[in-house]
């Protein structure tokens, strides 16, 4: 049997390849969008990909079963549980086989068990792995997908809060507390292999090893410490990250599909900063993707800043609009993961892109922000000349804040504009510095110009004001 584990980080996302040698079958496990490194892997070992097998419709990432579906033929292997809200769409002209709880198929001398896991979502599955190849009659490990993670299980308030489906959240933790008392009674030597890592916002407290035991997961996961539903349906609902705004649409984007990589369009090349302003002037969105110190430094009046790094993907989800076309600034070395960021999370709309160096040495004028110390922050705050902006998310909110801040999270400020308060400077605040820069970034954009963006964030504040 072959085992191969791959993780993209900018989505703490893990996908599985498992091939029976012996036939040269393989199968992925919750598939990333582009599949390159599964196609290379099969080259590699001489095996052909029969199958893509699906925990959940997926919230955080765009699936890439079709894609594996359309390149090598491959069977889709979803979930038939849930009501009809969480069945599958757009796959009847796909090889495909609905799965319910205690089904079984086999892939070579490989055996997958479906087991029914809800609670994270209603149709979740997982899947059981038994390697005939030898003398095994017993599973060695199972593909829990959002169900449990290392640490941590999966949240189940993301239909509430990413889809508007009300009352949700409940119904699901209780499902949450039923599943695990399933996963309980697994042998305790089980491999457990989750679909998410730490950094994921499927969970609150993800640990990052990548694979884990039932036996460990009964000691040291916090979930599993419960014998009362209701107490732990209450610690489970409490202190969930915000869910990207951009769940909503992936929900949806894998429930029907999305289209295959090769046939979307290829983006316009910008020729000229005069064309970039005037794609400004119409009111259309524009990220520039340099680190923040490069942006704040001199950037082009209109433009948002979300530097190109780990967490690119996520900030584009929540703050992009999906409905409208997005031109990016970034520079030419880094397209292809650029590229291949965004599609990982359903923006397919790129209509062009610009090598950002250039452009900028172009623009007559250019746009600035400051950035001010604690010290200079506080003496702002005392004068009556400054407000705090804190732009962190909720729970490091109430985990503690600089007094009388006002808090609106930075994925959803675009929308809560009228509750700035830019009748004094605005001190834009996150806990180290990278949120504000992006959240500066777009106050800017849309015409608040009173502000300042506070260095090193809380933790600096707390470190040298000792708050």
Avoid at 263 to 275: D, F, H, I, T, Y
Avoid at 280 to 293: C, E, K, N, Y
Avoid at 323 to 337: G, V
Wanted: glycine share 10%; charged share 25%.
């Amino acid at each position: 049997m072959l085992l191969r584990y791959f993780y993209d980080e900018n989505l703490a996302h893990a996908s599985y390849v498992v091939g029976c040698q012996a036939t040269g079958e393989a199968v992925v496990v919750d598939p990333m969008r582009d599949i390159v490194v599964y196609e290379e892997l099969a080259a590699k070992e001489n095996l052909n990909i029969v199958g893509a097998l699906e925990t959940h419709i997926h919230a955080d990432f765009v699936s890439g079963s079709r894609e594996l579906a359309n390149r090598f033929g491959a069977t889709l292997y979803v979930s038939d549980e849930g009501d009809a809200d969480w069945k599958y769409q757009n796959i009847d002209h796909l090889n495909h086989q609905l799965l319910k709880d205690g089904d079984q198929f086999k892939i070579g001398n490989l055996i997958f068990d479906v087991m029914h896991t809800p609670g994270h979502t209603p149709e979740s599955i997982s899947f059981l792995l038994t390697d005939r190849g030898g003398s095994a009659d017993k599973a060695m490990g199972i593909f829990t997908g959002d169900f449990v993670f290392v640490g941590d299980v999966g949240r189940p308030d993301l239909l509430e809060k990413a889809a508007g489906m009300k009352g949700t959240s409940e119904a699901g933790a209780k499902e949450m507390f039923k599943s695990l008392e399933r996963f309980k009674k697994l042998p305790d030597y089980l491999q457990v292999w989750p679909a998410h890592g730490a950094g994921s916002a499927c969970g609150k407290a993800l640990g990052a090893i990548p694979s884990t035991t039932v036996g460990y997961e009964k000691l040291f996961n916090w979930a599993l410490q419960y014998d009362d539903a209701m107490a732990f349906q209450k610690e489970l609902l409490d202190g969930q990250p915000e869910p990207p705004s951009y769940f909503a649409v992936m929900k949806s984007v894998n429930k029907t599909g999305v289209e295959l990589l090769k046939n979307l369009p290829k983006p316009k090349v910008l020729g000229s900063a005069g064309e970039l302003e005037k794609l400004i002037a119409d009111g259309h969105q524009v990220l520039d993707l340099r680190p923040s110190s490069s942006f704040g430094n001199g950037y082009i009046p209109g433009t948002i800043n979300i530097p190109f790094n780990k967490s690119f993907a996520n900030w584009a989800g929540w703050i992009v609009d999906y409905k409208e076309p997005l031109y990016l600034l970034l520079e030419p070395e880094s397209i292809d993961l650029v590229f291949e960021a965004l599609h990982s999370i359903g923006i397919d709309g790129v209509a062009g892109y610009a090598d950002v160096s250039n452009i900028i040495q172009e623009v007559n004028q250019l746009d600035s922000y400051t950035s001010v110390s604690p010290d200079q922050a506080k003496k702002m705050i005392e004068d009556g000349e400054g407000n705090i902006l804190d732009v962190r998310s909720q729970s490091e909110y109430d985990e503690g804040h600089i007094e009388q801040a006002d808090h609106i999270m930075v994925g959803t400020l675009k929308n809560r504009l009228e509750e700035v308060n830019a009748n004094k400077t605005v001190i834009v605040q996150c806990q180290s510095g990278a949120r504000s820069a992006i959240a500066t970034s777009i106050l800017k954009a849309n015409g608040i110009d009173n502000l300042v963006n506070l260095t090193g964030g809380y933790l600096k504040w707390k470190e040298e004001l000792s708050v």
